[in-house]
């Protein structure tokens, strides 16, 4: 399985050869050999946005009519599809042609723009590297597709083969993830530490930097950039505070994605001087002991802190926390004393059922040929009580890697499943029991735009056009693109007009978001005076041009009057409901007020039907 991971899992980049068919292993008219070395393409390609953009499933797609005639793969979310860019790409050679696609096409709930594409382009026949393992769009797009007639094969369904099991693995872990997201409600977890040959991760002293070599920090920085956060215990901040060339824990992928940092403390009892308590660049999370040091806790929120309370800390509870705020993948880089914390919290351990699925997941050790020995110097994973060796943690599919002088051991504690065919579709329910109604709850939340509702956020695919001052109409690619730039509209500073300009042209609403939010801590000065005043109508007015000139955005709303829209995101407290609920959910209100005007028109022309 290893052998197939890419290069953003710390996955060595794989090396494809294209197959000479068997004719005794063929389907339509083709080999499954042909059919996964296109799969394999298109999982390299989903994988190229490692580190540019935060963690989000990895689409790939490739366009096949005897060669390669188009490829695409999802940059962010709220970008084109990689259907739409491969389509693009391959023009009129897509009539009659193959796309290979690692995952089943997972538009917005309710949106179709990645079959249309394949559809209306001519697309003769789809290979599916994996069902969608998210429910609401798990089986959808594979349905459609077949229904406007178009050939769909999937592996591990209609193509079983040894080749096609091979391929079916890399498709897996390269959305490992989302695949343990789905089934296990907790967010794919990394293990990764640095010890000497003889085990240790510190001196005698707790003196840590550096044991591995710069490559191999190198590869750490890779792994950061595909986390949504690194945790870390208590000893790396008070280690952080003596020692000023200690780590700062981010990804330094200019321009790229930068993971929560995230400090696990029972105690609080952290120094007050930490580079973690800069949050200028990076936010910060403590997640505490309810009650503990509540003066201290006032001091991290001054600096910009995000302090979280549990009624009992522990690593399970962490995790389902971050797995409620959306994370995908979370990067541990705590001592021995959290690690084992973790498991023997049952955090990790070996398991047969979902139910029962680990936390940890996978396992990255750096071997530096260093000895530096010392009785009290401590070791990656503190007391764990075990007696015997029968009791030890196996790791699966493990690999070994070269880096520079040191030795990469990484593997599995537990191995990937395709948990795909267990895990129903809604329309499957409804066949089953046709009362289900999955969106039955009077409160709808949305946030990530894989959600049920994520066409909601200000952060989906949707280009909306809006006037300038001269009545121009301008095509901006998103909403949250055109609320960003208009931070700075108007300003006479070159600098402002500059960040204007970079944020419209922005790869992505997560990447104009980055520019607006780092430019307005940094200069404040260059944001419009009037701001604060008008940022809502701004808002409002985008949330409007998207929702008018969908049509299916437009029924998407009608169809949840009576239940309260709340965005859910956890971290932002003016347009989120915040983490308990205590922000003020503007984005939420705005879309009911919406929702509200749009049913308004509706009676009127219903009363009026008359008129034109």
Not at 441 to 463: E, L, V
Request: hydrophobic fraction near 40%; charge should be negative.
């Amino acid at each position: 399985m290893a052998a197939f991971m890419a290069r953003a899992c710390i996955l060595p980049t794989m090396s494809i050869s294209y197959p000479n068919p068997n004719p005794n292993n063929l389907r339509s008219g083709r080999s499954h050999s042909v059919d996964a070395y296109y799969i394999k393409r298109a999982v390299e390609l989903a994988d190229k946005s490692a580190g540019f953009s935060s963690p989000h499933p990895n689409f790939g797609c490739v366009i096949e009519a005897g060669r390669i005639v188009g490829e695409g793969y999802l940059y962010a979310q709220g970008t084109t599809a990689a259907e739409v860019q491969a389509v693009e790409a391959a023009g009129e050679w897509c009539r009659g042609a193959t796309a290979y696609l690692n995952m089943e096409c997972g538009d917005c709930h309710g949106e179709r723009t990645a079959v249309s594409a394949l559809v209306q382009a001519g697309v003769k026949r789809v290979v599916v590297g994996m069902r969608h393992p998210l429910k609401h769009l798990r089986g959808g797009a594979i349905q459609a597709l077949r229904s406007e007639g178009i050939h769909v094969d999937v592996l591990g369904e209609d193509l079983q083969s040894d080749v096609a099991e091979e391929a079916l693995k890399s498709c897996l872990l390269v959305n490992a993830p989302l695949v343990v997201r789905a089934a296990s409600h907790v967010p794919y977890s990394v293990l990764k530490y640095a010890m000497t040959l003889d085990g240790k991760i510190a001196t005698n002293k707790g003196h840590s930097v550096w044991i591995s070599s710069n490559l191999s920090r190198c590869r750490v920085l890779e792994l950061r950039g595909r986390s949504d956060a690194i945790i870390v215990g208590g000893n790396t901040v008070r280690n952080d505070s003596m020692d000023l060339s200690y780590p700062r824990l981010t990804a330094r992928q200019q321009g790229g994605h930068s993971p929560v940092r995230i400090v696990v403390s029972q105690s609080l009892d952290l120094p007050e001087i930490a580079h973690l308590w800069d949050t200028s660049e990076v936010h910060t999370i403590v997640a505490t002991q309810k009650g503990a040091r509540r003066s201290f806790q006032k001091y991290l929120a001054s600096k910009g802190v995000e302090v979280i309370e549990f009624e009992i800390l522990n690593p399970r509870d962490v995790m389902e926390y971050f797995y409620e705020c959306g994370y995908l993948s979370v990067l541990w880089e705590c001592g021995g004393t959290l690690a084992a914390s973790a498991i023997s919290s049952g955090v990790i351990n070996k398991c047969t059922s979902v139910a029962e699925l680990l936390i940890l997941i996978k396992v990255y050790a750096f071997i530096a040929p260093k000895i530096i020995g010392g009785k009290g110097a401590p070791s990656p994973v503190g007391e764990l009580g075990m007696v015997e060796m029968t009791q030890a943690l196996n790791l699966h599919d493990v690999s070994y890697e070269q880096v520079g002088p040191d030795m990469l051991v990484s593997g599995f504690l537990q191995p990937i499943p395709d948990l795909t065919p267990i895990i129903p579709s809604f329309s499957e329910l409804s066949k089953i029991d046709p009362s289900i109604n999955p969106y039955e709850s009077s409160i709808i939340s949305f946030y990530k735009t894989w959600d049920p509702y994520g066409s909601f956020s200000n952060f989906s695919p949707h280009p909306i056009q809006m006037p300038d001052e001269g009545g121009h109409y301008t095509t901006w690619s998103s909403v949250e693109h055109y609320y960003q730039a208009h931070k700075f509209y108007g300003v006479q500073d070159p600098l402002a007009q500059e960040c204007f300009e970079a944020i419209k042209s922005a790869k992505s609403p997560e990447e104009a978001a980055r520019i607006g939010r780092k430019m307005q801590r940094r200069r404040p000065d260059l944001v419009r005076s009037d701001w604060e005043a008008a940022k809502i109508d701004i808002m409002y007015s985008a949330l409007k041009c998207k929702f008018s000139i969908y049509p299916h955005l437009n029924s998407m709303l009608l169809s949840t009057v009576g239940s309260i829209l709340v965005e859910g995101s956890p971290h932002d407290f003016f347009w989120g409901g915040g983490r308990d609920g205590e922000g003020l959910n503007y984005l939420g209100r705005l879309l009911m007020q919406l929702r509200s005007e749009f049913v308004g028109e509706s009676s009127s022309h219903t009363d009026n039907p008359d008129e034109n």
